[in-house]
């Protein structure tokens, strides 16, 4: 199928927006448009991209303070802009398939992931650009398998391991990143 896939650019999105339209009237692709809210993005900010049907991720971006004129080529338009805001990318469902949040480039509070369901697969916390705090990390089916504390992006306390069911198998220590115990 990937060789079938039109070629990226202008012609090659046009294409493929075509396409899925045609196999969306027929039934057989769900193009189900997402059910999350728009974007909320924080004063003298702007979204860049877009959500389904038509795009796979979209945030929030302000202009960088210009130093020196570049030459930017055709779809490269993100280079003149920092990340700062919500954050999130889509499966081709429609469903969320991540969020974050950035500040002045750098991820800066929530961050989760989700599976093609739409169950969270990952939560956890960036504090610029750098883990803190407990990480989780979820099954297909939604039951917490891991939890892990971050102190300044190292792992550092207690890793928590679960079973299938959710129940607690094991715990390490670590500090500064190292391992020390079970």
């Not at 803190?132 to 099954?139: E, F, P």
């Not at 300044?152 to 607690?168: P, Q, S, T, W």
């Given at each position: 199928m990937n060789n079938l896939w039109p070629n990226k650019g202008l012609l090659g999105r046009a294409v493929r927006v075509l396409l899925i339209g045609v196999l969306a009237s027929t039934g057989l692709v769900d193009c189900a448009k997402s059910n999350a809210k728009p974007l909320k993005c924080p004063s003298g900010t702007e979204v860049i991209g877009s959500g389904p049907p038509t795009g796979k991720r979209e945030f929030c971006a302000k202009k960088k303070k210009k130093k020196k004129k570049k030459k930017v080529r055709k779809g490269q338009r993100e280079l003149d802009y920092v990340k700062h805001g919500p954050w999130r990318s889509f499966w081709p469902n429609g469903k969320i398939e991540s969020t974050r949040i950035y500040k002045?480039?750098?991820?800066?509070?929530?961050?989760?992931?989700?599976?093609l369901q739409g169950h969270k697969i990952?939560?956890?916390?960036?504090?610029?650009?750098?883990?803190?705090?407990?990480?989780?990390?979820?099954?297909?089916?939604?039951?917490?398998?891991?939890?892990?504390e971050y102190v300044?992006?190292?792992?550092?306390?207690?890793?928590?391991?679960?079973?299938?069911?959710?129940?607690?198998?094991?715990?390490l220590i670590y500090r500064n990143g190292q391992w020390l115990s079970r």
């Open positions: 002045n480039d750098k991820e800066h509070g929530d961050f989760r992931t989700f599976s990952i939560e956890g916390k960036y504090e610029k650009g750098v883990k803190v705090g407990v990480w989780r990390k979820y099954s297909k089916a939604g039951v917490i398998s891991k939890e892990t300044g992006g190292l792992k550092h306390g207690f890793i928590k391991l679960y079973d299938d069911m959710g129940v607690l198998e094991q715990e």
